[in-house]
């Protein structure tokens, strides 16, 4: 059974620090980009950033470069995101999601995803 499992959410004060992890199962997806999304109480999901399958390739939503980073380790089969300067805005499910049949180098959209998670919550108080 395949599986992505998030971890790493939790309640942090604005300004502060997270990181989530995604931890693959099932099969490998080392050839594969990886995502981040994340859905705000009665909002769209939206994207957050995507990794290529070698790490050499990423992209951000706009409003998040330079306070969000994406890593990845192939050998555990498993993504990050390093979310620094949190804001209250940020608070929201953070979902990822693996990218086996688009093709696509890096997937900015959902529809380009065929495999997610079942999200961790992350909550900013102000």
């Known amino acids: 059974q395949v599986q992505l499992v998030e971890s790493g959410g939790g309640l942090v004060q604005a300004g502060g620090s997270l990181r989530l992890s995604c931890a693959a199962s099932g099969r490998s997806f080392s050839r594969n980009a990886m995502g981040w999304f994340r859905q705000a109480p009665e909002k769209e999901r939206v994207f957050v950033a995507t990794?290529?399958?070698?790490?050499?390739?990423?992209a951000y939503a706009d409003s998040l470069k330079g306070r969000f980073t994406i890593s990845r380790d192939n050998a555990k089969n498993t993504v990050y995101l390093q979310m620094n300067s949190l804001k209250p805005e940020d608070t929201a499910v953070y979902y990822c999601a693996a990218d086996t049949s688009s093709g696509n180098i890096i997937a900015t959209e959902k529809d380009d995803y065929d495999y997610w998670g079942q999200g961790t919550q992350v909550t900013v108080s102000s």
């Open positions: 990794i290529s399958w070698s790490g050499g390739r990423f």
